[in-house]
């Protein structure tokens, strides 16, 4: 479903309610022990891309966790994202989310023009308690996403007890009120048979975590099937290039898609 930011408050009905915090298994041992049992599941968390080759890998990252909070949930993802970055990289596509394990049909497009609408609309999607979950996709420095914005989503992610996950490509890490930061990369998948991609694989480096140890770097596959993520010890010589799933797809202008799991390297 697509929408504009104005009919957001007129399909959403918000209820405000505490929640008990838990978290967010990740479904790999060496991440969930290394982050106590998961991420906060009541937090706001940022996914980083250096580079526009890496932004499918932070985006999928960030909709690969959302899958996990959405798991038997029974309700919607928000994906709130600028028009000019759907300009540049193409329209969500359908089976690029399906790829990853989350219904089409069950995640709220909302376009909006600029930084300060998608975070707008994110504060309100995350106050919410008919939403799973919220994505947020920002391109460059993003100046809107200061400290008191930030504040902002982690305060209404721990109102409705849903995380915030933010997707953010060509910026610098910066203080926030994130509970969990990461950098994200596209990694080397194992081939499949006939040498096709593997599955969505990934390199991820804990930049910061609250309460707990950061600084340590994994190299990780997702697990479609089982909607998890699966530790990976990665041989060169079965390795099909670098693979993250592409849950956007088609050139500017022309709306034609891109299979999900795109190979970068």
């Known amino acids: 479903m697509t929408q504009p930011l104005a009919s957001l408050r007129q399909s959403l009905a918000c209820a405000y309610s505490a929640v008990p915090s838990e978290t967010i298994a990740l479904g790999a041992p060496s991440l969930d022990q290394r982050l106590s049992g998961g991420i906060l599941r009541a937090g706001l968390h940022e996914a980083y891309a250096e580079t526009a080759a890496d932004a499918p890998a932070a985006t999928g990252f960030a909709l690969a966790l959302a899958r996990r909070a959405l798991a038997g949930a029974e309700k919607p993802l928000l994906w709130a994202r600028p028009d000019a970055l759907s300009a540049e990289s193409g329209a969500p596509y359908p089976p690029g989310l399906a790829d990853i394990g989350i219904d089409p049909a069950a995640v709220a497009f909302i376009r909006v023009r600029d930084a300060k609408e998608a975070l707008q ?3 309100e999607a995350g106050r919410c308690a008919t939403v799973g ?34 997707a953010r490509v060509g910026a610098s890490p910066a203080p926030s009120a ?7 990369r596209a990694a080397p998948s194992r ?10 694989a990934f390199t991820i480096f ?3 975590q609250r309460g707990g ?12 099937d089982r909607g998890a993520f699966e ?3 990665f041989d060169a010589s079965s390795l099909s290039g670098s693979v993250a799933s592409l849950p956007v797809g088609g050139a500017p ?12 390297g």
């Open 231 to 233: 530790d990976r010890t």
């Open 253 to 264: 202008g022309e709306g034609a898609p891109q299979r999900a799991g795109r190979k970068f």
């Open 121 to 123: 609309a994110g504060v």
């Open 133 to 166: 979950a919220t994505l947020i996709e920002l391109f460059g420095e993003a100046r809107a996403y200061d400290l008191t914005a930030s504040r902002r989503l982690a305060l209404a992610a721990a109102a409705a007890g849903a995380p915030i996950f933010v």
């Open 213 to 224: 140890a950061a600084g340590h770097e994994w190299r990780v596959e997702w697990n479609r």
């Open 178 to 184: 994130a509970a969990s930061r990461w950098l994200v």
């Open 191 to 200: 081939a499949l048979a006939a040498n096709a991609p593997g599955s969505a």
């Open 206 to 208: 804990l930049l910061r």
